[in-house]
C-alpha cells in the first residue's frame, strides 16, 4: 500500500503545486475558482482518455507519440504561464492594487484566467493520465487489489493537501507582495516545464544536439525524492540535465522576464518597486 | 515568449537532422514478466546510438524509467515500446520499471 502511495503522490505532486499557486493568484477573483475547478475536472478527464489509449499512443510517430505529446502538452503550458505574467505586467498592477483595497473586486482579467485554467488542466492531464494508467493497472491485476488501491487513493489526498498547503502558505504573504512572489514562482515553473520538454525531444531523438550530461547531483538530491520532486516543480531542478535542457531553462528564464519587463507600462514602472524583487 | 518561439523553430529544424541518424545502431529487445526485466542485463557497444525495444508480457502497465539514460516512458500492459538512447561512454546504466520498482530493476552494460 505504501508502494502505491508514494508513486501516485510523487506524480501529483506537480499538478498539486501548479493547483496551489494558481489558486493564490487568482484568488479574489469573481469565477476564477469555477475557471480552476473546470480546468482540474477537464484534465482529470482528457487522463481518462490518455491512460486509455497509453498503447495507441506509445505507437503513434514511429514509436514517438509518448515523447511527442508529453513535449506538446509542455510547450502550450509554458506559452501560457509566460503569456499570464506578460498580461499580468501590462494589468496586473492596477488589478493588484484594486484588489488590495477593495478586498473582493470584480476582476476583468477573463482571458488570462482561461491561460492558467489550461495550465492546471494540462497539468492534471499529464500527471493524471500515469495515475490512472497505474491505478487501471492494479485493478487489473486483480492481486491485493484493494490494499494497493488505498495507497493510490491515498496519494491523490495527499496531492490534493499539497495543493492547500501551497495556496495557504502564498495568501499569507500580504496582497501588495503577493503578485511579485506569485509572478517570480510561475516564470521558475515555465522555465522548468521549457527543460522538461526538452527533455522529452532528446528522448525522441528529435532534438539530438547538447545531450551531454552537465551535472549530476542524484547522489546528493535525487529528482526522484520527494524534496527532489517538489524542487523540480517549483524551481525546475533536475539531478543529470542535459546541456540542452539547461540552455532551454536559462533563455526561456531571460525570455519571459525581457517579456514582462518590456510589456510593463512605462510610467508606472518608474514609481512602483520593480517586479524582480 | 519570443525566444521560445526561437527555440521551437530550432527544434524542427533539427528534427529534420535527427531522423538522419538511423544507421549503424545497435538493437536491443527485453521483455517484462511478472514485473522482472528478462534479460535483467543488456550489451551494447559505446559510442553507438541504441535502440531498446521494451516487450510488457504483463497484462498491466510499467513505465521504463532510467535517469542514467534519461528515459520515461509508459509502456501499457500487454504491449511494448521502443527506447532510443543517445551514444554513451562505456559503463553500467541502471533501469527501473518505476510501477514496480523492487523487482523491475535491470542495466544496460555499455563497453
Not at chain 1, 256 to 265: E, G, K, M, S, V
Request: aromatic share 6%; proline share 3%.
Amino acid at each position: 500500500m505504501l508502494g502505491a502511495l508514494i508513486i501516485v503522490f510523487r506524480e501529483v505532486i506537480e499538478a498539486g503545486l501548479v493547483i496551489g499557486i494558481v489558486l493564490a493568484v487568482t484568488r479574489g477573483a469573481r469565477g476564477s475558482r469555477a475557471f480552476v475547478f473546470g480546468g482540474v475536472a477537464a484534465g482529470a478527464l482528457g487522463a481518462g482518455v490518455v491512460a486509455l489509449f497509453a498503447d495507441a499512443l506509445s505507437q503513434a510517430v514511429a514509436g514517438r507519440g509518448q515523447e511527442l505529446f508529453n513535449a506538446g502538452v509542455l510547450a502550450v503550458a509554458v506559452v501560457m504561464l509566460a503569456s499570464h505574467n506578460i498580461w499580468m505586467a501590462r494589468h496586473g498592477r492596477e488589478l493588484a492594487s484594486e484588489l488590495a483595497a477593495a478586498g473582493r473586486a470584480a476582476v476583468s482579467g477573463d482571458k488570462s484566467f482561461l491561460a492558467l485554467a489550461l495550465v492546471v488542466a494540462l497539468a492534471v492531464l499529464r500527471e493524471g493520465s500515469e495515475v490512472a494508467l497505474f491505478l487501471y493497472g492494479i485493478l487489473a491485476s486483480g492481486e491485493s487489489a484493494a490494499d494497493l488501491l488505498a495507497g493510490g487513493v491515498a496519494g491523490l489526498v495527499l496531492g490534493a493537501l499539497v495543493s492547500a498547503l501551497t495556496y495557504f502558505g502564498l495568501v499569507t504573504i500580504p496582497a501588495r507582495h503577493l503578485f511579485s512572489v506569485t509572478t517570480a514562482m510561475i516564470t521558475l515553473l515555465a522555465a522548468g516545464l521549457a527543460a522538461q520538454c526538452a527533455g522529452f525531444l532528446q528522448q525522441a531523438w528529435i532534438v539530438t544536439a547538447l545531450s551531454q550530461t552537465v551535472w549530476d547531483t542524484s547522489g546528493v538530491l535525487p529528482d526522484s525524492s520527494l524534496f527532489g520532486r517538489v524542487l523540480h516543480t517549483l524551481i525546475g531542478y533536475v539531478d543529470q540535465p542535459t546541456a540542452l535542457q539547461v540552455v532551454v531553462y536559462v533563455a526561456t528564464l531571460a525570455g519571459i522576464i525581457i517579456a514582462t519587463r518590456l510589456a510593463a507600462p512605462r510610467p508606472r514602472a518608474a514609481n512602483v518597486h520593480a517586479a524582480a524583487e | 515568449m519570443k525566444s521560445f518561439r526561437i527555440l521551437l523553430v530550432a527544434a524542427a529544424l533539427a528534427a529534420g537532422a535527427g531522423v538522419a541518424v538511423a544507421a549503424d545502431e545497435t538493437s536491443l529487445e527485453i521483455s517484462i514478466k511478472d514485473h522482472r526485466f528478462t534479460p535483467a542485463e543488456l550489451h551494447a557497444a559505446a559510442d553507438k546510438p541504441i535502440i531498446i525495444v521494451v516487450k510488457n508480457l504483463d497484462a498491466t502497465p510499467e513505465e521504463f524509467e532510467s535517469k542514467a539514460l534519461k528515459i520515461e516512458k509508459v509502456v501499457a500492459g500487454a504491449a511494448e515500446i521502443t527506447v532510443r538512447v543517445r551514444p554513451l561512454k562505456p559503463g553500467r546504466y541502471h533501469f527501473v520499471g518505476e510501477y514496480h520498482e523492487a523487482t523491475a530493476k535491470g542495466e544496460l552494460v555499455v563497453e
